[in-house]
């Protein structure tokens, strides 16, 4: 029997992370890590099973050549740390999650053997010693939490040196005891410095020199951090926005700079973009633009909040528009303005009305 390829990436930081920060956004933030990892499998590994903070893939009766298994590692290490480079560059929560996402690391372990198979509810996995070893090796004495480990059976498989250097790995040997039995390894500790990563856009500030179409302003007895929650995070728009058919939004992605929502009104598609604009230092900011809205070329909207205490905040609604024929913007100052002025009033007493209900249930 042909030997195979189990692979292991884990996240490293997890049990920390998800403890320590805001729980749903932490679960985002895993789930959007481990499809990243899931999209940067090149080698047509088999994915087991999904554990948590770690992906179990591999490859039936073939173990790829070193070239390819290193060229493998590289890329899941580029794509993590591609994606959290972009959760920190594009954020807009202000919550612990978002913000500590950064410090996620990762760890891939790759070992090698013969498999067999268990069958549970109709679903095939593999199954024996060799499974056991390798997430036995994720327990190691590696002083990092940023490192691939390739167990010294799969070294020797595909002839890896215990002195293989190159720009990204250096190995070095190590082994630990499980089970009354040692297991060797080489293991290389990761430079994310030396990884390829790709240059991010500068994201772009939308700012306007003249003063909004239309301006509101309403208290709200609330956190300003959670006021922004529930702005910014679209399962909670029907609550509050009304007239609506259908909020259509990836509901595993946190809501960041160049996010894409869709709202269906009578059958047709307004899509919008998330955006910022300048604000001071202690004000949460929001915004969404749109080219869909009827009789307007463009509409921008913002949401900024300043917080007034720890139970308390500032919302100030504006909204901006842009209509190159002087027919339309006479037709929009005459009768869109009093519709979308209204809709939002009511939206924003709504959003107040919400917020209540949902303090109330968390007394």
């Not at 998800?18 to 749903?24: A, L, R, S």
């Not at 509409?299 to 002087?326: A, C, G, M, R, V």
Request: charged share 25%; proline share 4%; net charge negative.
């Amino acid at each position: 029997m042909a030997k195979s390829l189990l692979f292991i990436p884990d996240i490293s930081g997890y049990t920390k992370f998800i403890q320590t920060t805001e729980i749903e956004h932490s679960q985002h933030v895993i789930s959007e890590l481990l499809e990243v990892l899931i999209n940067a499998n090149t080698q047509k590994l088999q994915l087991a099973e999904i554990e948590g903070d770690a992906l179990f893939f591999y490859k039936q009766d073939e173990v790829p050549s070193q070239e390819n298994l290193l060229a493998q590692i590289e890329t899941m290490f580029t794509a993590f740390y591609s994606h959290l480079q972009r959760l920190e560059k594009y954020r807009i929560c202000p919550c612990n999650a978002c913000a500590t996402a950064p410090n996620l690391q990762l760890k891939i372990i790759a070992h090698t053997g013969d498999l067999s198979h268990i069958e549970v509810h109709g679903t095939r996995k593999p199954f024996g010693e060799k499974v056991i070893e390798a997430h036995r090796l994720l327990k190691n004495s590696v002083e990092s939490d940023n490192y691939t480990l390739i167990s010294r059976s799969l070294a020797l498989e595909i002839q890896l040196s215990p002195y293989y250097s190159s720009k990204l790995f250096r190995f070095r040997q190590g082994s630990d005891s499980y089970d009354d039995k040692d297991l060797e390894y080489l293991y290389s500790l990761i430079d994310r410095e030396q990884l390829s990563l790709p240059s991010l856009e500068e994201p772009t500030r939308v700012s306007f020199n003249r003063p909004p179409n239309i301006l509101l302003e309403k208290t709200f007895p609330i956190a300003a951090e959670n006021l922004m929650e529930y702005i910014s995070n679209y399962s909670y728009r029907s609550n509050w926005v009304k007239g609506v058919d259908n909020f259509e939004f990836n509901e595993n992605e946190i809501t960041r700079i160049g996010t894409k929502h869709t709202c269906v009104i009578d059958g047709k598609d307004l899509n919008f973009s998330t955006v910022i604009t300048d604000a001071e230092d202690n004000e949460l900011v929001y915004g969404e633009v749109t080219s869909d809205a009827p009789f307007l070329d463009e509409l921008n909207q913002f949401f900024i909040i300043t917080p007034i205490s720890d139970t308390e905040s500032q919302l100030k609604s504006e909204i901006y528009w842009h209509i190159n024929s002087p027919a339309k913007r006479l037709f929009a100052n005459l009768f869109v303005k009093p519709v979308l002025k209204k809709n939002t009033e009511k939206a924003l007493e709504r959003l107040h009305d919400f917020v209540i209900e949902e303090s109330i249930k968390a007394a």
